[in-house]
C-alpha cells in the first residue's frame, strides 16, 4: 500500500537539523501515522524505519517497517541539513507491513 506524506511550513518551522528522530521529514511520517501508535520514527538519507507499538503475534516484537529513503526526501534532508533554503512537498511510501 502507498502512503502519501505530506512535509509542511510546520514541519520545516518545527524540525531540527541533523536529527533523525525530529526533522521535518520524521514529523509529518508521526503525524500521518499517530492513528496506527507509532513508538518511534528514523529518517536517514538511506532508510527510513517506522516502528509501531504493535506487536508480530508470532514473535510478540513491535511490528516495524523499514523503508529505502526516496530520492526526492534523500535531496531534501541534504538540503535542510546543510541548512539550505526548503519548501513544502510530499512523497509515497510503501507502506504494507
Not at 511550513?9 to 501508535?37: H, M, T, Y
Not at 504493535?54 to 541548512?83: C, H, Q, W, Y
Amino acid at each position: 500500500m502507498k502512503t502519501k506524506i505530506f512535509v509542511t511550513k510546520k514541519d520545516i518551522k518545527n524540525g531540527c537539523q541533523k536529527s533523525c528522530f525530529d526533522c521535518p521529514v520524521a514529523l509529518a511520517i508521526n503525524r500521518k501515522f499517530k492513528k496506527k501508535e507509532v513508538v518511534g520514527i528514523f529518517v536517514d538519507p538511506l532508510w527510513i524505519k517506522i516502528k509501531f507499538k504493535e506487536e508480530d503475534r508470532i514473535t510478540g516484537i513491535p511490528k516495524t517497517l523499514f523503508i529505502a529513503t526516496p530520492k526526492k526526501v534523500e535531496k531534501f534532508i541534504m538540503k535542510f541539513d546543510s541548512n539550505r533554503k526548503v519548501k513544502p512537498f510530499s512523497f509515497c511510501l510503501n507502506t504494507e507491513i
